[in-house]
T-cell receptor, first 112, second 114 residues
Framework: SQQGEEDPQALSIQEGENATMNCSYK?????LQWYRQNSGRGLVHLIL?????REKHSGRLRVTLDTSKKSSSLLITASRAADTASYFC????????????FGTGTRLQVFP | GAGVSQSPSNKVTEKGKDVELRCDPI?????LYWYRQSLGQGLEFLIY????????KSGLPSDRFSAERTGESVSTLTIQRTQQEDSAVYLC????????????FGPGTRLTVL
């Protein structure tokens, strides 16, 4: 079964608005990562947050991690049509870090 | 090239035929992963190679699926006697040492079984 589950499954917004996606997971983790996928092909790494970090920024991206709730959020500020893609969270478990477990993804549509 | 490459990019085959998919990881990356993604779905882990260790085959869906890796370089995923439910995008990724590192993905192979 998937370790991570993203919420919502799909999100539609207008350009300029912020997009927030959430990820919940089940076991203790070493780190959590967010990936982006365009058109059902290869994934691109966006950001990694370690279990001892609570917030991380990269450009228009802000990721938070709450290990007590086993959840993370990805915020994209001032969205653009080019941000349209699927976004996946992935966790590296603390007791077996050799594999990332991917969530089910959020499909983001940004309308111009 | 600097990234992960996969070939072919698209493969159409008839039910019952065998197919072989290839992945060239980033040079120096010791860890290599294969995933499968059906239309509109998440990533399904198939197999993981790390250096000279025995591969983790826990995600392979049936004994028709197998994979090999030559040292720390090329990997091939073989599907024997393909079925229509095998139709999916097969993604390969590599990472520096597999310890929960960032994974770098190839563009995938879209397999269609008629």
């Amino acid at each position: 079964s998937q370790q991570g589950e993203e919420d919502p499954q799909a999100l539609s917004i207008q350009e300029g608005e912020n997009a927030t996606m959430n990820c919940s997971y089940k076991t203790s983790i070493n780190n959590l990562q967010w990936y982006r996928q365009n058109s059902g092909r290869g994934l691109v790494h966006l950001i990694l947050i370690r279990s001892n970090e609570r917030e991380k920024h990269s450009g228009r991206l802000r990721v938070t991690l709450d290990t007590s709730k086993k959840s993370s959020s990805l915020l994209i500020t001032a969205s653009r049509a080019a941000d349209t893609a699927s976004y996946f969270c992935a966790t590296a478990r603390s007791y077996n870090t050799d594999k990332l477990i991917f969530g089910t993804g959020t499909r983001l549509q940004v309308f111009p | 090239g600097a990234g992960v490459s996969q070939s072919p990019s698209n493969k159409v085959t008839e039910k019952g035929k065998d197919v072989e998919l290839r992945c060239d990881p980033i040079s120096g990356h010791t860890a290599l992963y294969w995933y499968r993604q059906s239309l509109g779905q998440g990533l399904e882990f198939l197999i993981y190679f790390q250096g000279n260790s025995a591969p983790d085959k826990s995600g392979l869906p049936s004994d028709r699926f197998s994979a090999e890796r030559t040292g720390e370089s090329v990997s091939t995923l073989t599907i024997q006697r393909t079925q229509q439910e095998d139709s999916a995008v097969y993604l390969c990724a590599s990472s520096l040492d597999g310890s929960g590192d960032t994974q770098y993905f190839g563009p995938g192979t879209r397999l269609t079984v008629l």
